[in-house]
């Protein structure tokens, strides 16, 4: 059945036009001037909102197979589409975690069974010999952790960490001859445990220890391993994706690379720009990841954002239970880290375009087009015929408030409970197909397909 998108105003070619679209068979048939008549089945009524492209989000922790009483696919595909994604991104650090090719194919044969959304999913780069057969299978990236956990066993299975450089520097030789994306947590971890035994030894393990400790010197434990990955990824010709860009001289690396011709691409989370203040730190402990990035190092983040240094904003959506939290009060090393937030990226960003933050250009191309260019979904990201009809239509105008008592994440928490938002997600449609309307999911467990290039 055609439908049509009527009277929205839709970011077309990088500005809003007033056109309404044509949807057949899931795809966008026709962009057509607002007035003109056009048969159809159904007419959705656009009137007042704008129509932007579907959230690409390539750094999901779905946590499932393995993690179930945190999140599993079909309740964080809910989040996903009531927050403006239609296509959202896995993570390795599963049970089991996904290192093989048979793990790889139970893995998406969960997605196929639950998902709302369209997606893909990011295996380890782990094991030499299961790198290119993986590819095979459709991957668009691979992700490696630097970072080995100290006083717990996840997030960061040990199984899938790559600590050594010697490793790092094969396995980004062989991700090289697929041509795929290489996405990793840029950490040092010989730092990180100098420093924190010196909180340990003096029994500070408080979520303000934990914050001083990642953040010690500066930036320095992400600004080693991101130079480290960058000169690499040169010697290598592996294409490079930096998960975590939040200091400036991560910002100034990455700019340098580029011009040597390093194919690297960067995101910032959420929480880098909208919590990790030191009083998130103080008030909200482990909920904040006690995480803590500077002000200075914020301001540099922010106007990275907006000249496109940092191609995209990705939610590293990490759901944990409040028990998994709470025990940070006291032993911020032992609560499981990550925070989060693919419900809520979206609003947060046109709340900020709001207030002149950025421009919707750059909210839709950090959310949206880039993640789908940089990672080869030529189907997702924008506006244009031929392409996916993953549309979202957002109200700008809408004041609300974000509580807890509208996450649709397993585990009912947000850490931005109680903060104000302007700017709303009204509907969202994956391949034409209604998703999320009005604040209820309307779609079903399977609706989601493997987004792919198209080849
Ligand atoms: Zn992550």
């Known amino acids: 059945m055609r439908r049509v998108v009527a009277g929205a105003d839709a970011f077309v070619d990088g500005s809003l036009q007033p056109l309404d679209i044509v949807i057949d068979d899931g795809v966008i048939a026709a962009l057509v001037p607002r007035g003109n008549e056009v048969e159809a089945g159904e007419v959705i009524d656009g009137s007042g909102l704008v129509a932007i492209p579907g959230g690409v989000d390539v750094h999901v922790h779905t946590r499932d197979p393995g993690y179930t009483h945190k999140e599993d696919i079909w309740t964080c595909s809910q989040a996903a589409a009531a927050g403006g994604y239609t296509t959202i991104f896995g993570m390795p650090n ?124 500066d930036g320095l434990i992400w600004d080693l391993a991101t130079a480290t990955l960058l000169r690499l990824a040169e010697a290598t010709g592996c294409r490079l994706h930096i998960v975590h860009a939040q200091t400036t001289r991560q910002i100034e690396m990455i700019t340098a690379a580029r011009e040597r011709g390093v194919d690297v691409s960067a995101e910032t989370n959420h929480w880098t720009i909208f919590l990790g203040n030191w009083t998130d730190v103080e008030t909200m402990g482990s909920y904040a990841l006690s995480y803590w990035v500077p002000d200075h190092h914020k301001a540099a983040v922010w106007d990275a954002l907006r000249n496109g240094t940092i191609d995209m904003l990705s939610s590293d959506h990490a759901p944990h239970t409040r028990e998994e939290k709470d025990i940070g009060w006291e032993d911020a090393w032992a609560a499981h880290t990550g925070t989060p937030g693919i419900q809520y990226q979206l609003p947060l960003m046109l709340d900020a375009h709001h207030a002149g933050k950025l421009t919707l250009e750059r909210v839709v191309d950090l959310c949206c087009t880039a993640p789908a260019e940089r990672f080869g979904l030529d189907q997702k990201g924008s506006l244009a015929v031929g392409k996916d009809a993953d549309i979202v239509l957002v109200d700008l105008e809408k004041q609300w408030t974000i509580t807890n008592d509208s996450v649709l994440s397993k585990i009912g928490w947000t850490p931005y409970d109680g903060r104000p938002c302007q700017g709303a997600v009204s509907r969202t449609l994956v391949r034409g197909t209604d998703v999320y309307v009005g604040g209820a999911i309307v779609g079903r467990p399977g609706h989601g397909r493997l987004a792919e290039a198209k080849g």
């Open 94 to 217: 599963v049970d089991p975690p996904t290192m093989r090719t048979d793990d790889l194919a139970y893995v998406m044969s969960l997605y196929a069974a639950k998902s709302l959304v369209d997606y893909n999913h990011n295996p380890a780069a782990k094991l030499l010999d299961q790198i290119a057969p993986m590819a095979e299978m459709g991957v668009r990236a691979y992700k490696i952790y630097m970072v080995v956990d100290t006083g717990r066993t996840y997030p960061h299975p040990a199984a899938i960490g790559v600590h050594d450089h010697g490793e790092l520097y094969e396995a980004m030789k062989e991700v090289a001859k697929t041509g795929l994306r290489l996405m990793v947590h840029p950490h040092d971890q010989s730092i990180m445990d100098v420093v924190e035994q010196s909180y340990w030894k003096i029994d500070d393990r408080s979520p303000q220890a934990y914050a001083r400790t990642l953040a010690v010197d």
